[in-house]
Nanobody
């Protein structure tokens, strides 16, 4: 019923920038927080950044000062601006959103690959 589609991943050099986008479609209503997670090869998926419906943001310590999360509620889209990329930022980045007023649940995108060369 709800689909999240990420875009903007790719190959970048260390120190470079990349902007990820995630657009939601389908039965969209009462969208709560939206977030970006990432998973490096052989590692657990981890929270990178989250933004609430009210616009409050929080970040993993490893990306503070380098990444910025934002959202456009009219477009049902969340963004992740990534600057000063490091090799350790490599991984598959997944979009997450909480949707539903009476029966809220988490939805996940298919993921977009981010590769940082050094």
């Amino acid at each position: 019923q709800v689909q999240l589609v990420e875009s903007g991943g790719g190959l970048v050099q260390a120190g470079g920038s990349l902007r990820l986008s995630c657009s939601a479609s389908g039965s969209i209503f009462s969208v709560g927080s939206m977030a970006w997670y990432r998973q490096a090869p052989g590692k657990q998926r981890e929270l990178v950044a989250r933004i609430t419906s009210g616009g409050s943001m929080n970040y993993a310590d490893s990306v503070k000062g380098r990444f910025t999360i934002s959202r456009d509620n009219a477009k049902n889209t969340v963004y992740l601006q990534m600057n000063s990329l490091k090799a350790e930022d490599l991984g598959v980045y997944y979009c997450n959103a909480v949707v539903g007023r009476f029966t809220p649940r988490d939805y996940w995108g298919q993921g977009t690959q981010v590769t940082v060369s050094s």
